[in-house]
């Protein structure tokens, strides 16, 4: 499947999955002015593989916590795909408000990053506009979430940014085997209340805090 929208063009997903289970994507070529696949609240059970996306913002999961009750994400998969020149790589964010939502059993391995803003990136801060958000931390918990042998280039310094909620920190990120740079020099990582572990080479090197 091939779905194109230019790069410019706002609000354009390529595919959105919201309150669906069993959902499975393979080959997809997907060029948008959003997230080439977003996942919403409610979506349990996805397997996304050999997905090409670029332009575009990434594959995201969110953003969750847009209400106070709200249906969480598990069990989600994204594997052999490549990312060009995106805004971000693999991204889960969610509002900066109250919310009982989660985000947990995720896996991003076996990922290819070309030139890509944001590879790995958690955003627990999203309030677009500071409007009905600003001064708050998000309640969603994000938990037991693997990013495994993604390799490539960042077009940023910053190639890991775990922007995690002070009110519920991240637990149990893993990181295994991660090799990216920034325009051949060496990347940053940033985390902000994100604990886990790491195994094997990762670079840049690992910014989460130990139990």
Same mark, same amino acid.
């Given at each position: 499947m091939k779905i194109r929208a230019p790069g410019s063009s706002p609000n354009t997903d390529g595919i959105y999955i919201s309150s669906s289970s069993a959902v499975n994507i393979s080959g997809a070529n997907i060029m948008t002015g959003d997230d080439c696949i977003a996942v919403g609240a409610g979506?349990?059970?996805?397997?996304?593989?050999?997905?090409?996306? @670029?332009?575009?913002?990434?594959?995201?999961?969110?953003? $969750?916590?847009? &209400?106070? #009750?709200e249906e969480g994400v598990q069990n989600v998969t994204v594997t052999s795909s490549t990312l060009t020149k995106t805004q971000n790589g693999v991204r889960i964010k969610s509002w900066a408000r109250p919310s009982n939502?989660?985000?947990?059993?995720?896996?991003?391995?076996?990922?290819?990053?070309?030139?890509?803003?944001?590879?790995?990136?958690?955003?627990?801060?999203y309030c677009p506009g500071n409007q009905g958000c600003p001064h708050q931390s998000s309640s969603v918990k994000i938990s037991?979430?693997?990013?495994?042998?993604?390799? @490539?280039?960042?077009?940023?310094?910053?190639?890991?940014? $775990?922007?995690? &909620?002070? #009110?519920?920190?991240?637990?149990d990120i893993k990181l295994q085997d991660i090799k990216l740079t920034y325009h051949t020099r060496p990347a940053t990582s940033?985390?902000?209340?994100?604990?886990?572990?790491?195994t094997g080479v990762v670079i840049p090197r690992s910014c989460l805090s130990t139990y």
């Open positions: 979506s349990r059970n996805l397997w996304m593989e050999r997905i090409k996306c @670029g332009p575009g913002h990434g594959i995201s999961i969110g953003s $969750l916590g847009n &209400s106070v #009750n939502g989660f985000a947990t059993d995720i896996v991003f391995r076996n990922l290819i990053m070309n030139n890509v803003s944001n590879p790995i990136i958690i955003d627990q801060k037991r979430v693997t990013y495994k042998n993604i390799v @490539g280039t960042s077009a940023t310094a910053v190639a890991m940014n $775990l922007y995690c &909620s002070k #009110n519920n920190p991240c637990k940033v985390c902000v209340d994100a604990a886990g572990t790491s």
